[in-house]
C-alpha cells in the first residue's frame, strides 16, 4: 500500500514545500512601519495682526561683485589662480583686511605664504572642510589641479576649489573657500563668469562646521549654541536675480538627545491583524476503504506505462519540475522580497518629507496629499489607529506603492510611488524563470531519455534472448558490448548479460551431454534388445514366454521413444508435407488405437477442413493423445474435430498441475499411474516440429483436455534454420528413422 502511495506524497511534499516557500515572499500586502507621532497642520495665530512691511533682517540681501584683475582664457574656472582670486578681493575690500583696524588682517599677511599660486587642502586650522559630502548633499565636485603643497607655506589660508555647474548654464563654477584670521570663520565664494568677466555671486562668511554642494546649491553647516544642535543653511541659484539666494534655514539635532526624566516606551513595528478563525467542529475522518476496493477503484492504466523508461522519464520530470519550481520560487521570492522592501523604504522616505512638509506649513509634492483618492482602506485603518504603514494596490489602472500615516482631524496623510516598473520587473522574471525551467526541463528529459533508452534497449536484448533460451534456442547469447569489452568499465546490465550468456553455455553443455547420453544409451540397447526379441520368439508357448516377450516389447518400446526423443532434442528433423481431410485423419488415428487396446473413441466432426502437414507426425500426436486419455483417464474419450484445432478429452482426474502449468516432462508421473511420461512429450514436441500448438487444461466438470492448434500454413523447411529428415518410417510403428527436429518458437519445452 505504501509503495501505490509513494509517487501521490511526493507530489504532495514537492507542492507543500513550493507553496511554502512562495507564501514567504513579500506580494505588496499591508505591512505596518510601527506607531508614529500624528502629523499636526501649523495653525495661523492672530489671524488679524498687522503684517511687517519690510524684514528686520536683509534675508533677500544679494551680493554680487565682480572680480578685478584676473581672467583665464577660454573663461575656463579650471584655470584661474586660487590664490590671486582671493588676493583681488583683499585688494578690493581694504577695510575688512588691509585697514590698521581691519578685522581679518592676519589673513592678508599669510596670503605672502602662498608664493604665486597654490592651494590649501588643509585650510591651515581643521574646523572648516571645503566642499565635502554630507549626509543631505550628493558629491561636491571635482577638485582643483593648482599647485602642490611645495608651493605654498603651510599658512596659506587659501583652500581647495571645487569645480560644479551650480548656475545651469552648462560650464562649470568655481567654489573656494579661504580662513579669515585671527577669527575661526571661514569665507566661502562662488565664482563664474559672465560675458568674459569673472563674477562673485555668493559670498558667506561664518563660522563653518563644513559645507556641502547638493544639485545647485550651496549648504553651509554651522554651530549653534545649544549641544547636540547645528544651523544649516541653503543657498541656491535664482536666475532671475543672477545669483546665489538664500532659500532654507534649518535647526537640526546632530547627536541623540538624553533626557533625565523616563520616557514612554514607543510602539514597536506590528504585523497586520490576521482575524482568528472561528472554532470550528472537526468533521470525523472518513472509513478507510479496504486495499480490495481501493484496488477495485484504481484507474487501469496501458501497459507501456510500466515500462522502465516511461518511469525514468516521469521520475525526472518530476524531479525537475520540483527542481525547477524550488528554485524558481526562490528567485521570484527573494527578488520580489528585494523590490517590494525598496519601494516600501523609498514610500517611508517620501512620507517623512511629506510629514515633515506638512507641519511645516510647505506645499505638499506631488503624490502627496490628506485622504487622497484611491487610497485602500487597509491602509487607511491602520492609519486612523495611529501607525504607518504601507501597500501596493492598483490606482488609475497601474500598480502603486501607497504611505501612509496618521494626521489631525482623523485625516491620513498618504503619499503613492509609481510601482509599474518594479511590478514589470518581477512579471518579467517570473515569465524569464517559466521559460527557462521549461526549456532546461526539455533538454534534461531528451538527455536522461536518450541515457536510460540505451540502458532499456540492453535490458530488453537481455530479455528476448532469455525468452529465446527458454523456448529451446540454446544457441542465443546477448553478447553485450561492455561484456565483451573488460578494459570498459562494467554497469550492471552488463553484469546480468554476462551472468545469462554463462548460464546459457552452461546449461547448452549440460543438456547436450544429457542427450547424448540418452541417445547413446538407446542406441547401444537396440543391438542387444533385437537379438532378445529373436530369441524370445524361439521360447516354447507358454505364459512365461509370453511374460518375456512383453517385457522384451515394452524394452524396446522404451528405447525407441527415447532415441526418438534424443532426434527431436537434436533440432534437425524435417517435414513431408501431405494433404488430407482432418476428420479422416482423427478417424484413423481412432480405429488405431482402438484396434492396439481394444477401447474405442468417439469423434465429433463440427467443422472439417482440408490441411496440408506431415500426416504421420499428426498420426502420431493424435495416437499419442488417444492413447494416454484411455490408459490414465475413464471413458468416454472423445476426439473433436472443429476447423484446424482437434480437441481430446477424457472424463478422469484430468492432468496434474505440474502438467498444466509447465507441460509433459519424462519420466515424472504422478497419482500411482503407470508409465514413463514419454508419450505426451513425444507428442509436444512432433506438434512443435508440425508448427502446431499443443495445449493441455483440465475441463471445469473434470477430465483432462488436450487441444492440438494446426497452423494455417505448414512451417518452412528451408531458410529460417530448419533441416530436413531422411527416411522417416510410419510414426504408429515400433521404429522411426533417424532425422532432425526443428523446434516452433515460442513453444515450451519439457
Not at 288 to 310: F, Q, Y
Not at 382 to 390: F, N, P, Q
Not at 461 to 475: F, H, K
Not at 547 to 574: C, Y
Request: proline residues 7%; neutral net charge; charged residues 20%.
Amino acid at each position: 500500500m505504501f509503495r501505490r502511495r509513494r509517487p501521490t506524497l511526493a507530489v504532495l511534499l514537492v507542492a507543500l514545500l513550493t507553496a511554502t516557500a512562495a507564501g514567504c515572499g513579500d506580494a505588496g500586502d499591508l505591512r505596518s512601519a510601527g506607531a508614529t507621532p500624528t502629523a499636526i497642520s501649523p495653525a495661523r495665530l492672530w489671524p488679524t495682526m498687522r503684517p511687517a512691511a519690510s524684514p528686520a533682517w536683509p534675508y533677500d540681501e544679494v551680493q554680487i561683485e565682480t572680480v578685478k584683475g584676473v581672467t583665464a582664457p577660454g573663461d575656463d574656472v579650471r584655470k584661474l589662480d586660487p590664490v590671486a582670486v582671493v588676493r583681488a578681493e583683499v585688494a578690493a575690500h581694504p577695510d575688512d583686511y588691509t585697514a590698521v583696524k581691519a578685522p581679518y588682517r592676519e589673513t592678508a599677511a599669510r596670503l605672502a605664504d602662498c608664493g604665486t599660486g597654490g592651494t590649501s587642502s588643509t585650510g591651515g586650522g581643521g574646523t572648516g572642510s571645503a566642499a565635502g559630502t554630507g549626509g543631505t548633499g550628493s558629491a561636491a565636485g571635482t577638485g582643483g589641479t593648482g599647485s602642490t603643497a611645495g608651493d605654498r607655506g603651510a599658512r596659506c589660508p587659501v583652500m581647495k576649489p571645487y569645480f560644479r555647474d551650480l548656475t545651469g548654464d552648462g560650464r562649470e563654477d568655481m567654489t573656494l573657500g579661504f580662513r579669515l584670521y585671527p577669527t575661526n570663520q571661514t569665507a566661502v565664494r562662488v565664482y563664474t563668469f559672465e560675458r568674459h568677466r569673472l563674477v562673485q555671486v555668493f559670498a558667506n562668511d561664518d563660522a563653518v562646521i563644513g559645507v556641502e554642494l547638493a544639485g545647485r546649491a550651496v549648504i553651509i553647516r554651522s554651530p549653534a549654541g545649544i549641544a547636540g544642535y547645528e544651523y544649516r543653511t541653503t543657498w541656491s541659484w535664482d536666475p532671475d536675480q543672477r545669483a546665489m539666494v538664500f532659500s532654507r534655514d534649518e535647526f537640526l539635532r546632530t547627536a541623540p538627545h538624553r533626557p533625565t526624566h523616563a520616557r514612554t516606551p514607543a510602539a514597536t513595528a506590528s504585523p497586520s491583524p490576521v482575524p482568528r478563525p472561528s472554532p470550528t467542529t472537526t468533521p470525523a475522518p472518513a472509513p478507510r476503504r479496504p486495499d480490495g476496493e481501493a484496488a477495485r477503484m484504481r484507474i487501469p492504466l496501458p501497459r507501456w506505462t510500466g515500462t522502465l523508461a516511461v518511469k525514468a522519464a516521469a521520475f525526472i520530470t518530476v524531479m525537475c519540475c520540483a527542481l525547477a519550481a524550488l528554485l524558481g520560487v526562490l528567485v521570484h521570492v527573494s527578488v520580489t522580497d528585494q523590490t517590494v522592501g525598496q519601494a516600501r523604504e523609498l514610500a517611508l522616505v517620501r512620507l517623512k518629507d511629506a510629514t515633515s512638509a506638512f507641519e511645516s506649513g510647505d506645499t505638499l509634492l506631488p503624490g502627496a496629499g490628506l485622504d487622497p483618492d484611491g487610497l485602500p482602506a487597509p491602509l487607511r485603518r491602520l492609519a486612523a489607529h495611529g501607525e504607518r504603514g504601507t501597500m501596493v494596490a492598483r490606482h488609475h489602472g497601474r500598480p502603486t506603492m501607497w504611505a501612509a500615516g496618521p494626521a489631525d482631524h482623523g485625516r491620513a496623510l498618504a503619499v503613492e510611488v509609481d510601482y509599474s516598473q518594479q511590478a514589470g520587473t518581477i512579471a518579467g522574471l517570473d515569465n524569464a524563470i517559466l521559460w527557462s525551467s521549461g526549456l532546461a526541463i526539455g533538454a534534461t528529459l531528451a538527455v536522461g531519455a536518450f541515457a536510460v533508452t540505451r540502458v532499456t534497449r540492453r535490458l530488453h536484448a537481455t530479455a528476448q534472448v532469455a525468452r529465446r533460451i527458454s523456448a529451446g534456442d540454446l544457441d542465443a547469447r546477448v553478447h553485450d558490448p561492455l561484456s565483451r569489452d573488460p578494459s570498459r568499465p562494467q554497469d550492471e546490465v552488463a553484469a546480468v548479460a554476462a551472468a545469462l550468456d554463462t548460464m546459457a553455455s552452461s546449461l547448452q553443455s549440460k543438456l547436450l551431454a544429457e542427450q547424448r547420453f540418452t541417445a547413446d544409451v538407446a542406441h547401444e540397447l537396440r543391438t542387444p534388445l533385437t537379438g532378445l526379441h529373436a530369441a524370445a520368439e524361439l521360447l516354447p508357448p507358454g505364459r512365461p514366454t509370453e511374460l518375456v516377450r512383453d517385457r522384451v516389447a515394452a524394452l524396446r518400446t522404451l528405447t525407441e521413444d527415447l532415441l526418438e526423443i534424443s532426434r527431436l532434442d537434436t533440432g534437425r528433423e524435417r517435414l513431408e508435407l501431405d494433404g488430407e481431410h482432418l476428420s479422416a485423419v482423427a478417424q484413423r488415428v481412432v480405429r488405431a488405437a482402438a484396434g492396439a487396446t481394444g477401447a474405442d473413441a468417439e469423434v465429433r466432426v463440427v467443422r472439417d477442413v482440408y490441411v496440408e502437414t506431415d500426416r504421420r507426425r499428426l498420426e502420431r500426436v493424435l495416437g499419442n493423445l488417444v492413447a494416454n486419455a484411455h490408459r490414465h483417464g475413464r471413458p468416454p474419450v472423445t476426439l473433436t474435430v472443429d476447423g484446424p484445432v482437434v480437441t481430446v478429452r477424457d472424463h478422469g482426474v484430468g492432468y496434474p498441475a505440474y502438467l498444466v502449468e509447465h507441460g509433459p516432462q519424462r519420466f515424472r508421473t504422478e497419482g500411482g499411474a503407470r508409465g514413463h511420461g514419454l508419450g505426451l512429450t513425444i507428442a509436444l514436441g512432433q506438434a512443435e516440429v508440425l508448427g502446431a500448438r499443443l495445449e493441455f487444461a483440465n475441463a471445469p466438470d473434470g477430465g483432462a483436455v488436450a487441444r492440438l492448434t494446426l497452423p494455417e500454413r505448414p512451417p518452412q523447411t528451408a531458410g529460417g534454420g530448419r533441416r530436413g529428415e531422411q527416411g522417416v518410417d510410419a510414426v504408429s510403428g515400433d521404429s522411426l528413422a533417424d532425422g532432425a527436429v526443428s523446434r516452433a518458437s515460442g513453444q515450451r519445452r519439457p
